[in-house]
């Protein structure tokens, strides 16, 4: 892991490019976090192109950073300046051409496009979370919040370090995923935007009935898919600090 | 509305039994409401048996009276020590069968049950409402917590003072409020139990959904009828907070 720049916002975050590899990331720290006192870290999942989400994801990390947390963030496969990987292109595109359609989503589209984003990203992460977790200001209980679910939801299962998850029912799964989803045992908060354009309501309601843990809680709220209100992302907030601290 | 016993709860919370006519309630104040300082009202609903359910109906009001607000409740009626009220009685009967059976609950047994009630308790509740805030220490704006979700439902469309609702989706629903549900636009906080044994879960989702307002969130948790979890207690005190101060 290498730090390529680091700037300090309202001089209460420290933000730092960093690379993975070739995989780029970003990490944000409160500017409080020490040797001696680390804090504990949520790693932030989004739907890939860090560029374009910056201002959302900054968003999320200064909120985390008031609430003691660390927050960091890796480029998917396959977005921003990361190669092109054609094969998911593809799936994007003939997602995007059925929903224009107005047709259903086949289960070929959605497993040919999750599930080699989730084959992939998910061991990179696991590799973000060695190379943060070394850092002295870092510490344990990890959370993992937001990005695509199917990712949040392998990850759950995979990797012990991640202690709680807020996952956001806010893209396709595959059918696999719900056998998965059964194997969770972490506490989970699931957010859900009633109207999501790009999204399947009842396969989101399944996957929170499939979900294996024993804690686990959905918020759903009117409104489309960016349309998160602010008090769902306060509660959200209010179960990390429930579970990582 | 004659007050017929006052308490003092730890010295934080005055608490008073009252008559309206002759249907019993309780009304809970901050020590701290005074004429010159009026606090806003939550309106406590419940499935019916005011003695039973009062170390429950106390906590509620305690955390209320902690954030400021005033709670009061008054008696369902066929419940508690309210005049038996046979027909109801006899649907109650007819629903337990059914699902000690594990057979459906007819529409026919959840309409005589629910429909009644409704009826009969929404006025009762607007009579209390006219009460309570005429007294001094009380003042909107006022909101409603719980108990049977039709009767929630009614109020909340056909009384103009209440302006927040939180709805616990625990009870059978007539097919008949689903219509009404459209005409509610307060801001609505529903609670849904994943595993509530006494409800059908399709037709809490199918509720939310109806609700014409543009302001609903539904949070749905792991557990059976009484498992509320505290965190989600906590989650519908915010809402109303941000709604009622």
Chains 1, 2 share one sequence.
Do not use: C
Request: no cysteine.
């Amino acid at each position: 892991m290498h730090f390529t720049s680091e700037q300090s916002l309202d001089d209460d975050v420290i933000e730092r490019a960093f690379t993975l590899g070739d995989i780029p990331g970003i990490l944000w720290t409160p500017a409080s976090a020490s040797v001696s006192a680390p804090v504990p870290l949520i790693l932030l999942g989004h739907p890939g192109g860090l560029h374009k989400l910056y201002p959302r994801l900054a968003g999320r990390a200064r909120h985390s950073a008031a609430d003691g947390f660390a927050t960091a963030t890796i480029e998917l496969p396959g977005s921003g300046e990361r190669p092109r990987w054609p094969a998911v292109e593809e799936a994007r595109a003939d997602m995007r051409r059925a929903l224009q359609a107005g047709e259903p989503v086949s289960d070929e589209i959605i497993e040919a496009l999750i599930l080699p984003l989730v084959e992939k990203s998910v061991p990179e992460w696991q590799a973000a979370l060695d190379a943060l977790l070394a850092l002295p200001e870092v510490d344990g209980p990890v959370g993992y919040s937001g990005g695509v679910i199917s990712i949040g939801v392998r990850l759950a299962v995979v990797e012990p370090r991640i202690s709680a998850a807020v996952l956001f029912a806010g893209s396709f799964v595959p059918r696999a995923m719900f056998e998965e989803a059964r194997q969770v045992t972490i506490p989970l908060h699931v957010l859900l935007q009633w109207d999501d354009e790009g999204n399947d309501r009842q396969a989101a309601l399944d996957l929170f009935d499939a979900f294996g843990t024993r804690e686990k809680t959905l918020h759903a709220n009117l409104g489309g898919h960016t349309g998160v209100p602010q008090f769902a992302g306060e509660a959200a907030a209010q179960f990390f600090t429930r579970h990582l601290k």
